[in-house]
């Protein structure tokens, strides 16, 4: 949720000579409507479980970049599928820093529109609270306030 997953995993998919694919896109392009209208319609839960088919679509993929949307690692244990099958990074942002880049994004986010200001702050405070648990499983926990992308790659490689 606005961590830049989508960003860094195309330019490190580059960087890695590997392909890159994002569940999100993935399942917009299935259903031919954005995720949003996708939320909107069918529910939370209808989504969850759309994520979660189409994580284990990609997951046995090699030589493979995967971004996801920022809840699929805490549902249906989907963080322990990820971290069996390949390397999981967990791109740590602060409340601020993502609400400083929510605020601003053009991009639309089901779980956030018609949030003013201030409910915005509490919603990413207290979904990071709920989430975090579940991203600190991951195999690498990397700042994504400003990335170095050589050290990072380098992290990577370590890793692999």
Known sequence: MGSGKSTVGKILSRKLDMEYVDTDSIIEDLFKTPIYEYFKFLGEEK??????KTLEEVINHDNIVVSTGGG???????????????LTIYLKLTPAALYHR???????????????AEELK??????LAEREEYYNKAKLIYSGQSINYDHFLKEIKKNI
């Open 122 to 127: 509490k919603y990413i405070e207290i979904k």
């Open 47 to 52: 989504f969850r479980e759309t994520e979660r």
């Open 72 to 86: 699929l690692p805490c549902y249906n244990g989907n963080i322990e599928k990820m971290n069996a099958n390949g």
């Open 102 to 116: 929510l605020i601003y994004s053009k991009r639309k986010r089901p779980l956030l529109m018609g949030m003013n």
